[in-house]
């Protein structure tokens, strides 16, 4: 028997590796029509080949969310090819070592605010129009502990990460209050933690990538009576923002 997810046709950005990667895979494996988002079409045709490998298939779109004329040619191909968005997870994001907050440079809140949230805002505000074709639309921005100020006050080993956690807050505002402004619509709008997750941008230190994208594919695959405008933790438990 066909599975209900035939049909449903998702996007991640950054999905070439990492945590994106291992979503893209583990959509693909539920049947799902998988975009696989890459900034570099090189790194983003190898990432598809893997998936070949394994007998998974999945479409390679070049978006690099620092630039808005890919992601305008991103919603063009789409909407040609398919036209609509089931699912859209906004995964593609960087950290850099970062010195203490009275030391962070503009530069580097700079550079975490453009990929980690204007990046984010400027996909999901140009796939809008597609999301709101689909029948059930699900918005996914991989988020992080380090956007919780209750993680930090909680946290005995807290660390100074000012530049990624505020861009990771600002994802988290932007999920809250488009959820608000969905909540009469079939999209729903919520944010995850990967947990530390082994990666290039961990230096591979954390729990599997398997693990790791648990929460990522709870909140893409949401049924219709499921939440939106939370924050899930990487066991797919709501935590606080
Ligand atoms: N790993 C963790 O412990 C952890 C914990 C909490 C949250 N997260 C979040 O999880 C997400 C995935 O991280 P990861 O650990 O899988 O890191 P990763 O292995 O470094 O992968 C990051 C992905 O984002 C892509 N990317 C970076 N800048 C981009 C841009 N301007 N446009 C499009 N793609 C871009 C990268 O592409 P290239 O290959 O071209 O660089 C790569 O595909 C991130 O949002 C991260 O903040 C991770």
Known sequence: MASINNDKIALITGANKGVGFE???????QGIQVLLGSRDEERGRKAVEKLISENLFSSLIQIDVTNQSTIDAAVTEITTKYGRLDILINNAGIYVKEPHPSECTLDL??????VNFFGAFSVTKAFLPLLRKSSSGRIVNVSSALSSIYFH????????????????????MFTYQLAQELKKTNIKVNACTPGLTATELTNFHGHSVEIGAKSTVFLATLPDDGPSGKFFNENCEEDKW
């Open 23 to 29: 979503v893209a895979r583990q959509l693909a494996q």
């Open 109 to 114: 809140m700079q550079d975490n605010m453009n």
């Open 153 to 172: 006050q909680t946290c005995a080993n807290s660390y100074f990460h000012l530049a990624y956690s505020a861009s990771k807050a600002s994802l988290n």
